[in-house]
């Protein structure tokens, strides 16, 4: 299934801008929890120390280069910060870095379920990519975004050409 299908899949069900800007940041939310331990699993090297957070960052920077390369760029930009955060907490004790991340992960889900259930009166489950779309939904926010902007001409016209119609640029 190419990313243009992907899209018009998805564009139906997050047409609310409020719930898009709830989507966006969820995503950022839930990469930060799994962030927060992933980044004690360090690896020295050099004078560098990588850890499974970063590993975590890049993989899921190169999908969304994959998927569209703009909004993947875009996309990736935040990443650096929300790394950098999970990061800065190592120092803390194992119980409060788990409940951080708990936290974090459970009022990413209360969010972004309540954002569809609220403001889009329907949800979609894991329908749309399963949990490889929370990692990468930000490539579909931005990706709409540069078609309001009256770019990505093309793709957006793929998107529009093949299945049942997505959801109109404007909501």
């Not at 909004?71 to 907490?89: F, K, Q």
């Not at 609220?118 to 990692?135: C, I, M």
Request: net charge positive; glycine share 8%.
């Amino acid at each position: 299934m190419s990313f243009a299908d992907k899209l018009r899949a998805w564009m139906p069900l997050h047409e609310n801008r409020a719930s898009r800007a709830v989507h966006f940041v969820g995503a950022y939310m839930f990469i930060f929890a799994l962030l927060v331990p992933l980044g004690l699993l360090r690896v020295p090297m050099g004078d560098l120390t990588l850890s499974a957070a970063h590993v975590l960052v890049l993989a899921v920077a190169l999908y969304a280069f994959s998927l569209e390369w703009t909004a993947g760029l875009l996309m990736s930009l935040p990443l650096i910060p929300t790394l950098n955060a999970a990061l800065s907490l190592g120092h803390l004790p194992g119980p409060t870095i788990a409940f951080i991340a708990v936290g974090v992960m459970v009022a990413r889900f209360a969010l972004v379920v309540g954002a569809h259930v609220v403001l889009e009166k329907k949800t979609h489950g894991l329908s749309l990519g399963g949990p490889l779309l929370f990692f990468i939904e930000p490539v579909y926010l931005l990706t709409v975004l540069l078609f309001g902007m009256g770019l990505k001409r093309e793709l957006h016209a793929r998107v529009m050409a093949g299945g049942p119609p997505a959801a109109p640029l404007a909501t």
